[in-house]
């Protein structure tokens, strides 16, 4: 069975698990929960399975390279990573209801890959040589993966926020009564984004190293250099009101949902613009 074949199967192993955990949530039952979780587990002991398959048809073809070197490879590592943190959460913190955003996004992240971009095997370009890519990539993409978490965590607080004040005095919905209280999403937010700054940090730096052993400078200004830096300055802000302002509720979990759009257009929207990294 070829990479492509098995990453197909995830994918719909991914929609399932969400489709359970959005059931288990509205049902408010134990036996599709557990049938989720079982799911993604699954999904995600397949997806490192289609990954490692991939690296070995690499070789085989000569090339020998990491997975980690595209779009398409890269939204694979995403799902894999955005899986592997919820389920920690999930087993951390029971957080059952979080499972479905979470495989929600790896599943369109798999569809997408599968869907609209290429899945052939290439030889890299000269400047992805170099033994600080999977550093670089991992250490990235496990940042992302964790603002994404964060995100899931902050639309809750915001959906539960804005049910509760409009019915204020009124039967809380059957959706907002199960997410979990403000103090336990605010403190898992906080939680998600300090661990994702942390592996951003890890991954500027590496990049940074790559860049010069690549292109002879350390910061170059390019697209994706810059949305990085904006992307760290808002998580650095988030933090920084968190820990010295006492910002909690509401305000962090709306900077959340700002360094969230920024970390997708700094994956996404700098490929349309001209850079070294276009290339991803």
């Not at 085989?60 to 943190?85: D, H, K, V």
């Not at 509760?164 to 919905?173: C, L, W």
Request: proline share 3%; hydrophobic share 55%.
């Amino acid at each position: 069975m070829t990479s492509s074949e098995i990453f197909s199967i995830i994918t719909f192993i991914y929609g399932a698990a969400a489709l359970l955990y959005m059931i288990a949530w509205v049902f408010k039952k134990p036996m599709p929960g557990k049938l989720a979780t079982a799911a993604l587990t699954i999904a995600a002991i397949g997806n490192l399975a289609g990954i490692l398959r991939r690296w070995v048809e690499s070789n085989q073809m000569g090339i020998g390279r990491a997975p980690l070197t595209n779009l398409y490879e890269s939204l694979i590592f995403f799902a894999l990573t955005i899986a592997i943190l919820y389920l920690f959460v999930e087993f951390k913190y029971k957080l059952r209801i979080l499972g479905a955003i979470a495989s929600l996004v790896s599943f369109l992240s798999m569809a997408y890959a599968a869907l609209k971009l290429n899945n052939a095997i290439q030889p890299l370009i000269p400047a992805l040589k170099s033994n600080w890519l999977i550093a670089h990539v991992m250490t990235c993409f496990i940042g992302y993966a964790a603002f994404t978490i964060a995100f899931g965590i902050s639309i809750m607080f915001l959906v539960k926020s804005s049910k509760e004040a409009k019915a204020s005095g009124e039967q809380p919905s059957v959706i907002t009564s199960r997410i979990p209280s403000f103090d336990i999403l605010d403190d898992l937010t906080h939680q998600m984004v300090t661990f994702g700054f942390l592996f951003l940090s890890i991954g500027i730096i590496t990049g940074a190293v790559w860049a010069n052993q690549a292109w002879g400078r350390y910061w170059g200004w390019d697209p994706k250099e810059t949305w990085s830096l904006v992307t760290w300055l808002i998580y650095a802000s988030l933090l920084h009101a968190r820990l010295m302002r006492g910002w909690k509720g509401k305000k962090i979990a709306l900077l959340s949902f700002i360094g969230f759009l920024a970390m997708l257009f700094t994956y996404f929207g700098v490929n349309l613009l001209p850079g070294l990294h276009s290339y991803q």
